[in-house]
Nanobody, 127 residues
Framework: DVQLVESGGGSVPVGGSLRLSCVSSVGYVFSSHCMGWFLQAPGKEREGVAALNIDGKTTYADSVKGRFTISQDSAKNTLYLQMDSLNPEDTGMYYC?????????????????????WGQGTQVTVS
């Protein structure tokens, strides 16, 4: 299985920015998996916020469109989530996830059931 380690969380004021990182234990993860970022707010279920398909296509939740950007650096085995114009509703634990392809592609990328490898999470607090 792929091991994922997130970092970059912290406390920021409303309107601030953070960049989360997710390092993979294997070098081929981006050529064989789809990748996603999920947010679990206090008392709520884990929800997808951004995802990257095997062909480079990105998907974003409506709540973060125009504010968050998902990207990858294959040379560093690292997935990123740039978060701008943060607001209190963005507060929670952010998880990185990797999902295996089905027939060479990934579907329903903002659904947690599409993923089978998860990191331990990094906390983001906006106030």
């Amino acid at each position: 299985d792929v091991q994922l380690v997130e970092s970059g969380g912290g406390s920021v004021p409303v309107g601030g920015s953070l960049r989360l990182s997710c390092v993979s234990s294997v070098g081929y993860v981006f050529s064989s998996h789809c990748m996603g970022w999920f947010l679990q707010a206090p008392g709520k279920e884990r929800e997808g916020v951004a995802a990257l398909n095997i062909d480079g296509k990105t998907t974003y939740a409506d709540s973060v469109k125009g504010r968050f950007t998902i990207s990858q650096d294959s040379a560093k085995n690292t997935l990123y989530l740039q978060m701008d114009s943060l607001n209190p509703e963005d507060t929670g634990m952010y998880y990185c996830a990797a999902g295996r392809l089905r027939n060479g592609y990934c579907y329903s990328l903002l659904n947690r059931l599409a993923y089978n490898n998860w990191g331990q999470g990094t906390q983001v607090t906006v106030s």
